[in-house]
Every structure is written in C-alpha cells, then in structure tokens.
C-alpha cells in the first residue's frame, strides 16, 4: 500500500531536548516536505527536498533540521525544541515525473502532535 | 511571496444544499492546486487536483474549478451530507525549479441534518 509514515504520532518533551520525528515513504517520491499546523494560521511549509541531499527552507524553518540521505526518508529535527513549536506536524510527498493527473497529488502522512513543555 | 486565501472560514448549511467554498491567491505562476479535507484531529485527504492548464476537474459530487489568471479557485459540493462535515483546504503548489506549496487556512463546513 502506498503510504507517508510518520514516528511518533504523538510526543510530548521538554524544552531543550534535542528530538527526531521520522518520516518514510513507499512510492520513489522525489519531494518531500513538511508541514506545521497551528489553529488559526493553517498549514505552512517548515523545509521541502527536491531529492536526495537537495533541501530547502519553506516559510518556517527557524528552529528546524532536515536531512534527505536517502531517498524514501526525510526527518525533521528539532535540536533544541522550545514551547512555541508545540504544534501538529505533518510529512508529505510527491513525484516530480509525473505519468498521470493524479500522480501530481501530494500523499500526507498521519501527522505527529508535538508538545513541548 | 505567494498568498492563500479561503472564504469563508466557517459555513454552516442544511442537508442537501449545493455549496461552493473559495480560494485565492497572488501569484499566477502556479503549477497546481490541490483541494484537500481535514476531520478533526486527523491528516489530509487529497480530495481533486487541476493542474495550472487545467479549468476544472470532477469527482462524484465535488466539482473543483480554476481561474489561473485571476488567481482563484472554486470547489463545489452538490447536495451537502453531513459527512462532508469537515475542514476544507486549497493548496497551490508554484511553478519554477523551487516548487514551493502554500496552504489557504482553510473552510470549516458544517452540514445539519
């Protein structure tokens, strides 16, 4: 089954503590990206890749790391988390060649509810 | 830098009313938009996808239409149930070598039985 995965779905930790939330998938995308969501100001792009060790800033990145050492893998790190990134996280992906209508469409993943204390 | 723009953000209709909920944006220079629904607490359902040569695309009772050159986008709901109840999000992804998405913030539909 194609599918975004996302670890953990939920998280709750202290300020400071440096934290990884995975994100995998199964479909050979080449773009990935993600997403914070916060009431009232909607998705916004924290970083996205092109494709392997290519990376770039989205609208929200202060405070985030990205890696893209593989191409079906695409963490995001929060080396030292702090209360404001409390938040619901989401991972997606897409093919950049595409063969159809559809194949244009970003996949999300089940999103992970941050909490940090 | 690209902006997206959902009204209203909160409707409430009765079952079995058509509905439409817009978006907006600044920039032309887009490579698609993608209408999606959120339930609560939940992730993203793709719901129709145009691309920037396309003027509409159709799926069972949603109709998604695209005005590129006036930056929006219109997605209609033939006789509402209430299980469309949920938030609805446009997202335009840009075009060029940087394929940035931006996200609307969303039209929270209510249907009342």
């Known amino acids: 089954e194609a599918q975004v995965t996302q670890n953990p779905r939920y998280l709750i930790t202290v300020t400071g503590k440096k934290l990884t939330v995975t994100c995998s998938q199964n479909?050979?995308?080449?773009?990935m990206s993600w997403y914070r969501q916060d009431p009232g100001l909607g998705l916004r792009q924290i970083y996205y890749?092109?494709?392997?060790?290519?990376?770039d800033k989205g609208d929200v990145p202060e405070g985030y790391k990205v890696s893209r050492k593989e191409k079906r893998n695409f963490p995001l790190i929060l080396e030292s988390p702090s209360p404001n990134q409390t938040s619901l996280y989401f991972c997606?992906?897409?093919?950049?060649?595409?063969?159809?209508?559809?194949?244009?469409?970003?996949?999300f993943g089940p999103g992970t509810r941050l909490t940090v204390l | 830098k690209q902006e997206v723009t959902q009204i209203p953000a909160a409707l409430s209709v009765p079952e079995g009313e058509n509905l439409v909920l817009n978006c907006s944006f600044t920039?032309?220079?887009?490579?698609?938009l993608q209408w999606f629904r959120q339930d609560p607490g939940k992730g993203l359902t793709s719901l129709l996808l145009?691309?920037?040569?396309?003027r509409e695309q159709t799926s069972g009772r949603l109709n998604a239409s695209l005005d590129k050159s006036s930056g929006r986008s219109t997605l209609y709901i033939a006789a509402s149930q209430p299980g469309d109840s949920a938030t609805y999000l446009c997202?335009?992804?840009?075009?060029?070598?940087?394929?940035?998405?931006?996200f609307g913030t969303g039209t929270k539909l209510q249907v009342i039985p």
């Open positions: 997606a992906s897409l093919t950049l060649n595409p063969g159809g209508a559809k194949d244009n469409e970003q996949f």
């Open positions: 997202a335009v992804r840009e075009s060029g070598g940087y394929q940035k998405v931006t």
């Open positions: 145009i691309q920037s040569s396309q």
């Open positions: 890749s092109m494709n392997v060790e290519v990376t």
């Open positions: 479909m050979n995308h080449e773009y």
């Open positions: 920039d032309s220079a887009i490579y698609n």
